[in-house]
């Protein structure tokens, strides 16, 4: 894309995405059907700023053998559309795998077979994205005392560009989280490093005799499977809080909680239902594993103990109360819940998976947030189309794909509902008129922001 001149009239995108995570996908697979259908009346311009240099969905945690927790059912389109070309059927059928997918009679695929369907879907619409740049800033466009438009500064390889956007999506993902006063370092990971970090230990010196994973959920309960049997001489030590770990409440009555109409409900519900509904239903997705794996790891641990040969240790009610690395690891001092004693481990590498927390969905506004409104709370005020609610000074509209849980529940952060939220955010644009008039796509300056 070229820059714009001095004197040039700046194209003015309808909708700007930041971020290219599995929602922004659907966002841009949505927008992609809509011009198909409209033709050359009205189709919606986009563009969406990825700052990965390729599409990628939590790849640390693509372990060979983890299984998605959602239906194929629920992936980037067939909530929304059931016809779509860009359903994980199509993928299957694309990849010759679709007879082999239905006698293999299963709703959950491998999470690694989901990813390349979302890399597929992702190149089926990677005229849309822009990969490699960052979105650094977003100022306002004013005129006649409104902000009228956004101007988004982006950095890539070639510098600072700026465009300019009627609206926003914002679909900037999750946040690894760690405990408080924990780092991450070369033997302190977060578990969304597994997968980029550990090949480096096959061939260390001496071989690893033992792993920590700090946790209670399933990537947790996955982490230990996985150090578990791809080092077949080292100790796997599993601390978490509680007794044991608990199985995810996947029965179809519970499962209810994921469906569209349980977004109508959770909004338009009182602030105390909300918060019954999180902790009635928390445990849908919650710190909690899937059975099969809880009976795996529990089969294989009563195995050892029978031939005496433990590998697998679990230090239930107890927490690690401090980590440090030294030359050659790192340790871990691990207190018991009930007695406070305390166990010192020297172990190569402790895993902490430990969840993760939406980014702030106004950090990149600067000034813009200032117009956006909050709740008693403090948190971001979003309407049931996911836009937040914002002074009325500020005409353009902003989107926000994650960071809504207390307005819209627990399917905000999931893949559940991605397909139907961004029909609706669609349906949103179009009911406000923003349809736009413009040709094609291009930056408005090099190098500078602009604001009217």
């Known amino acids: ?49 990825e700052q990965q240099p390729s599409f990628g969905w939590h790849r640390g945690m693509l372990i060979d053998d983890a299984t998605m927790q959602v239906s194929f059912l629920k992936d980037l389109v067939t909530l929304r559309n059931p016809a779509s070309e860009f359903s994980f059927l199509c993928y299957l059928q694309s990849k010759g795998r679709l007879i082999d997918f239905i006698n293999h009679k299963n709703l959950f695929p491998l999470r690694v077979e989901f990813h390349d369907y979302f890399e597929w879907a992702a190149a089926k619409v990677d005229s849309m994205v822009s990969y490699g740049h960052e979105v650094v800033a977003v100022t306002p466009v004013v005129r006649e005392d409104a902000v009228e438009y956004l101007d988004v500064t982006v950095r890539s390889a070639e510098g600072l560009s700026v465009h300019r956007a009627r609206n ?5 993902g999750l946040r690894p989280v760690m405990p408080p006063g924990v780092e991450r370092g070369e033997r302190v990971w977060h578990n969304s490093d597994l997968l980029r970090k550990v090949d480096a230990l096959e061939s260390a010196s001496p071989a690893p005799t033992r792993f920590v994973v700090v946790g209670a959920g399933q990537s947790a309960a996955e982490n230990v499977a996985y150090l578990h049997r791809r080092f077949p001489r080292a ?18 009555f519970a499962n209810r909680i994921f469906d569209p109409g349980a977004v109508d409900d959770y909004f338009a519900a009182p602030d105390s239902v909300k918060s019954r509904l999180m902790a009635y239903h928390g445990n849908t997705n919650y710190s909690v594993v899937d059975i099969d794996l809880i009976d795996d790891l529990y089969r294989q641990m009563y195995q050892e103990k029978v031939l005496g040969t433990e590998r697998l240790r679990f230090l239930n009610v107890s927490r690690v109360s401090g980590v440090e690395e030294t030359p050659d690891g790192v340790r871990a001092d691990v207190v018991s819940l009930v007695t406070g004693e305390e166990t010192r481990l ?39 189309d996911y836009r937040v609610s914002t002074d009325p000074a500020l005409r353009c509209g902003i989107y926000l794909q994650g960071g809504t849980e207390h307005t819209h529940g627990i399917t905000t952060s999931l893949l559940s509902n991605t397909a139907v939220r961004v029909g609706e955010i669609l349906d949103s644009l179009l009911e406000r ?9 291009r930056p408005v300056a090099e190098g500078t922001g602009t604001k009217g």
Do not use: K, W
């Open 1 to 49: 894309m070229s820059p714009v001149l001095p004197g040039d009239t700046p194209v003015v995108h309808d909708l700007m995405g930041i971020g290219f995570g599995p929602s922004n996908v659907a966002m841009a697979i949505a927008l992609s059907e809509h011009n198909a259908r409209a033709g050359g009346q009205g189709p919606v311009t986009a563009r969406f700023f």
């Open 168 to 172: 926003l999506v914002v679909g900037t």
């Open 235 to 252: 100790e796997v030590c599993a601390v978490f809080s509680r007794y044991g770990y608990s199985p995810a409440d996947d029965s179809a």
């Open 346 to 384: 020297d172990a190569d590498v402790v895993v902490f998976a430990t969840g993760y927390r939406p980014a702030d969905p106004l950090g990149l506004l600067g000034e813009v947030a200032d117009l956006c409104l909050r709740d008693d709370e403090g948190r971001v005020r979003v309407e049931r």
């Open 433 to 441: 008129g923003v349809t736009s008039v413009s040709g094609a796509a």
